[in-house]
Structure formats: C-alpha cells, structure tokens
C-alpha cells in the first residue's frame, strides 16, 4: 500500500512518505531557483573576486557532489573488496546482531 | 577554591560506587545525575589554576581553568548525560562504569594544566574506551579493540617521550602554547594528531567506531577526537602546517563517505571530516579562528552525537547500519527518520548550531586571506551535507522498503532513545537560535554576526543545490545503494602489506635455514662417510695396523728424530 495513504502508518510516517518521492524533488527545484535568483536581485558583499560570478555557490555545490560521486565510484572500483577481506579480524562480515545482543547493547 | 571537587574525580567516583548500586531505574537516575553534577560543578568554576598537587617532587596542576577549558568541559559533560540517557536500557556493568572513567578522564585532561597530568588521563581515555568496543562481545570486536588500544596507547607513549624531551630543552611541563621545531614538540604534535585523525593517522577512526555496540559509538564519538581538537588548540594555534593538514583531512574521508555502504563508517568519515575544519582553524589561529574551533566542537559533538544515535536506533532495532541492508524505514521508525533529517539539517542550516560555527570558521578562513583554503572549506560544507545530511538518511529511512516482506517491521527506537535524539536536536536549535547566547561562551571576546544576508544566502544556495544535485543523479541512475563490501583504507599497510611482508620474511629465512642445515649437514656426513671409509673396519688404514707397520712408522719417526739431533749438533 502507499505510504502516503495507507492509515495504518503514524501520521509522521505518512507525512515523509509524501516526501519519498518527486514532491520533495520539485519543492528543492523551486527553492534552489529562488534562491539563485537572488543572485541578481541583492548584491552580495564578495571578499574573493570569483564569489561574483553568478550562481557560484549554486554551481560551486552541485559541482561538489558530482566530483564526490565520481571519486567515490572511482574508489569503489580501485578499493571494494568483500566483507569478509578482514575477517575474522573485523566485524565487517559478522552477522547482524541479533535481538539479545542489542539488548544488551 | 577549596569548595568545589574537581569534576574529572566526580566521574571516578561515580564509577567506583556504580557497582554495588542494583541495576535498574536507580543506577540509571544515578548515572544521568553524574555528568548534571559535574556539569554544575564547572559552572561554578572561576578561571586561574584552583587545584595542584605533588607527584615525585613535581608541583602539578589538576585544574586549570579558563574559558577554553570550561567550554569544552561543559560540553563533554553535557553529552555524556545525552549519551548516558540514550543508554538506558542498558544494564551492562562494565560499559555504565566505562563511560563514566572515560567521561570523567576526558574532563580531566581538559582542565589539565601540565603534561603529566594531561598524559595520566590521556592514557585514562584509551583505556576506558576501548571496553565500548569490547562490549560487542565478537570476535572481531576483539580484535578491532585491540587495534584501536595499541593505537591510543601508542599515543600516549609518544606524548610522553615528546614531553620529557620538551621538559629536557625548556624545563617547562607546562600544558601551554607550544611552538613546533624541536623533537619534542614534534612528538606531543603527532600524539594530538593520532588521536586527532590526522591523515595516515586516522584509521583507527573508521575502523573502530561501526565495531561499538550501539550506544557505544556515541559515547565514542563525544571525547576522544574533541580531546585532541582542544589539546591542539591549546598548544599549538596559529602552527601553519595544521592548515594543509587539516585541507587533507576536509577532502580525503568525504571521497570514502561518499562511496561507504556501512552507515556507522560514513558518520565516522564524516566526523573524520569536519575535524579537519577544527584543525584548520587552530592553524589559523587567529581568536575568531579559535572561538570557531570551540563553538565547532560544540555544535558537532551534539550534531553528530545525533546521528550515530539515529543509525545506532536502526542497528539496535534491524540488527544492521549497512546501507545495503536497510531502505524505507521511516514508515516504522518515523520519529528516528526526523530526528536524523534535522541531525543532517544542523550540521549547517541557519536556525541551527553548525551554521554558527561553521560560518566562524570560513568567516575566520576569509579574513586570513586563504582563497584555497576557504574553497575546500566550502567544497567539504557542501560535501558533509551530502554524505551525512542528504545521502545517509535517504539510504537508511528512504527508497525501496527492504522490510515489506519481512514477518515482523522493525519498532520505533525506544522512548531513551527518542528523548536523547530530542533533547540532542533541541540543543542544536537553541544554539542556533540564540547566536548571542552560544557566542558569550566562547574563549575570546570577538563581535561576529553569523546571521547576515550574505551568510544566509549563500547557505542555502549551497545546500539546496547539494541535495538538488543528489536527488537528480539518483534519478539518473549515477548514484545508487551501494553492494555489500567494504573499502581498504591506507591501514591495508599495516593489516594486509606489512604482514605479508613478515610472512614473506619468515618464509624466505625458515627455508633459507632449512637450506643451509641441509648443505651443512651434507657435508658433515660426506666427511664422516670419508672418514669411516679409510679407518673404518673395512679402509685401507684399517687393514694396514699390523705390528710390521707399526714398527715400519716408529722406525721412520725414530730416524728423523735423529736427523734433526743429528743436525742441530752441527
């Protein structure tokens, strides 16, 4: 059942279920436009010469993430190996903790 | 000040009576009153050096306070009465009494006024620390344990070597400003950094937190790390090469966060990342530099306490933090989802503590006139909020629902640990809520106005165009949950290289004896078999003892003795 409908869920649950999808998508599209407009519209008081350039920190963050996501892939590929590499050396390939381990945790 | 009892040995107390209390609502009453009575205690504090004693004819200082160390004391403090409540539930002994020495070390190496002092209750925070791990009870928590001792141990023993040089050069074992060049200042340098994470030095970090038990890691995460930030800020401000450190430390654990599948370990390359603001700021120096360092501690020790008690709530409720095990929690586990979204928000949303601290530090990175610095500040603000504020809650509570078919959904955490995230993300608010208030703790006394228009703007510009970009390259398929596996770290060296080469050491030279055992033991048997083949029974020699020739060879003796008399006669 949706999430977003199905009243069995607490009424939390149903409000973020609203947002798992393209709502919260398109609610960022609009803020991140307004806020780029107000590049034009205030003028900033810039302490480095390349803060000026229209849209840099919009640009500048979007920018960021697209490098992270290409070296994270590139470290995956260079760098994964399976969970148990380490082992027994390492919980990485131990299984879940079951539910009298959590209690006591 | 002989009225107030120095707040380290209120914890030690505490820990030492803890015990013989009967597990249950009463311990942890107790528990939550030690760090509110510790916490009222620095309150109290006025600054100057209030406690010394005499060890092997030194006069040392227990407490020597100013607003630096009643900052960070307060905070610890109140983290541990956040982190204690989170535990609750929790009726083990050794982790309750564990927590409460490593709290009350931690404390006490802030007030700490020389080295000896700072080195006993350094050492203090490896050892209790390290039982949080233990206390997972595995095998491989074991040895994640011991790694993680050696390490902080290690540390310790190069402080101490740095500060007998240093007392050796200066007569000084004042915990004061130091200035790097000799051995011994190098050495304390590098035992702040181990424990600071500085790159190379930080495996331990990533290794040792996702091995805690649930609370644990939260508890983990409060002292340690911050212990360093303040020991660096105290000895070594305005030291330039913190400023490249701390570069390496903003960009190098955000490309591992980025690409980890274990929820705790990215938190921990996280926090990995945002000390690397603090050490850049105490490279900088400056005191609105140094006030951003304090407030930053701040600010991300109750942030990120957040959110490992978030992923602590989901392994404690699925068994797992792995991102490749986890998806649409948030409609079992709402209240944890919210709470993890505004520990995300606080790292650096105006209305919100980080967005303070942070803005003193870029504002502090600006001044100083550092346009590279400043843009990997401002590549790893945007870098965090998408690794821990967007990524990592979208991967735990969001997406495919992994427990749809499942018999039973996971519960909500439980109502301790719902109440610790509460009070967690409120103080995140308040912070950030009154400016004013956060900033009259500060140590130095700097007008700054973190709520401009420039500040606000550019802010949220950075972050909505973070999380724009994420949810579309999801869209598009280029970012995805990641598989089961995890990353090799630079400790591969140490934990698969160096071992292979002491294996590949052990093997060359066993063969190479067993090689030169057998050539010499060839030999030995080829000259006894000469040997045994002219005197044995049946050699030549053997057959020639005959009393003939044995008056033959006596005769040829007893004439070339008389040649010799003969001749020296002459």
């Known amino acids: 059942m949706n999430a977003k409908t199905d009243t069995s869920l607490p009424a939390i649950a149903r409000l973020l279920g609203r947002l798992d ?17 107000s590049d034009f519209a205030y003028h900033r008081h810039e302490i480095f010469d390349f803060e000026a350039v229209p849209l840099f920190y919009a640009g500048f963050a979007a920018a960021s993430v697209l490098v992270l996501v290409l070296a994270g892939g590139i470290f995956r590929a260079l760098f994964k190996r399976g969970e148990n590499f380490y082992a027994p050396f390492s919980t990485d390939s131990e299984p879940p903790l079951k539910a009298q381990e959590r209690d006591h945790a | 000040m002989p009225d107030i009892f120095p707040p380290a040995l209120i914890f030690i107390a505490a820990a030492i009576v803890l015990p013989v209390l009967p597990k249950g609502n009463l311990r942890a009453l107790f528990l939550l009153a030690v760090p509110l009575v510790a916490a009222h205690e620095i309150w109290q504090l006025s600054e100057g050096v209030t406690h010394t004693y005499e060890l092997l004819g030194y006069s040392l200082t227990l407490m020597r306070v100013d607003q630096l160390s009643i900052v960070f004391g307060l905070i610890f403090s109140f983290a541990a009465f956040l982190a204690l409540l989170y535990a609750w539930h929790v009726k083990d002994t050794v982790q309750q009494v564990t927590t409460l020495l490593y709290a009350g070390s931690a404390i006490g190496a802030v007030f700490a006024g020389d080295f000896v002092t700072l080195f006993i209750f350094w050492e203090g925070t490896a050892v209790a620390s390290v039982f949080l791990i233990w206390a997972r009870g595995t095998e491989g928590a074991y040895y994640t344990g011991m790694r993680y001792l050696i390490i902080q141990i290690a540390s310790g023993v190069i402080l101490v070597a740095g500060m007998a040089l240093h007392y050796h050069e200066t007569g000084s074992l004042a915990f004061g400003a130091l200035t790097l060049g000799s051995l011994g200042t190098w050495a304390i340098l590098i035992a702040f950094g181990i424990k600071a994470a500085f790159p190379l030095l930080h495996t ?36 330039e090469i913190l400023i490249y450190i701390g570069t390496v430390m903003v960009f190098w654990p955000l490309i591992y966060a980025a690409a980890e599948n ?42 990120k306490s957040l959110l490992f008690m978030a992923m602590g709530a989901v392994l404690y409720r699925t068994g797992t933090a792995k991102a490749s095990g986890l998806g649409g929690l948030y409609r079992s586990m709402p209240i944890t989802a919210l709470l993890c979204i505004v520990g995300g928000l606080a790292m650096s949303t105006p209305l919100f503590a980080g967005f303070v601290s942070k803005s003193l530090i870029l504002s502090s990175v600006a001044k100083a006139y550092e346009p590279l610095i400043w843009a990997a500040l401002l590549f790893g603000s945007a870098g965090i909020f998408y690794v821990a504020g967007v990524r990592l809650p979208y991967l735990a509570f969001f997406g495919e629902d992994k427990f749809a078919g499942a018999p039973e959904r996971p519960k909500e955490a439980p109502w301790n ?72 770290d630079s400790d591969w060296l140490n934990r698969r290289l160096a071992l292979a080469i002491v294996k590949l050491g052990a093997y060359i030279s066993r063969n190479m004896w067993g090689l030169m055992s057998r050539t010499a033991t060839r030999r030995l048997d080829a000259f006894l078999a000469s040997i045994y083949r002219a005197h044995g029974p049946q050699g030549p020699l053997a057959r020639s003892w005959p009393a003939g020739s044995m008056v033959l060879w006596i005769a040829v003796l007893l004439g070339f003795t008389l040649i010799l008399s003969f001749s020296q006669s002459l």
């Open chain 2, 262 to 303: 274990d929820l705790r370990r990215v938190l921990a390359y996280a926090l990995n990342n945002q000390l690397g603001f603090m050490v850049i700021a105490v490279g900088i120096g400056t005191p609105l530099a140094l006030n951003g360092v304090a407030a930053h501690a701040v600010a991300h020790i109750l942030y």
């Open chain 1, 21 to 37: 999808g393209r709502m919260l998508f398109w609610l960022l599209v609009l803020a991140g436009v307004l806020l780029a407009l």
């Open chain 2, 417 to 488: 640990m719902l109440l610790a995230m509460g009070l967690t993300a409120a103080s995140c608010f308040a912070l950030g809520l009154m400016p004013a208030t956060f900033m009259s703790f500060l140590p130095y006394d700097v007008a700054y106005d973190a709520y401009t228009p420039d500040h606000i703007l550019t802010q949220l510009q950075v972050l909505s165009f973070t999380a724009i970009a994420f949810f579309a390259l999801w869209r598009f398929g280029l970012i995805k949950r990641p598989a089961p596996g995890i990353l090799v």
């Open chain 2, 204 to 239: 331990w970090l990533p290794d040792a937190y996702p091995a805690a038990t649930p609370t644990g890691t939260v508890v983990l995460s409060i002292f340690t790390t911050k212990l360093a930030i303040y020991s660096l800020a105290r000895s070594f401000a305005g030291t």
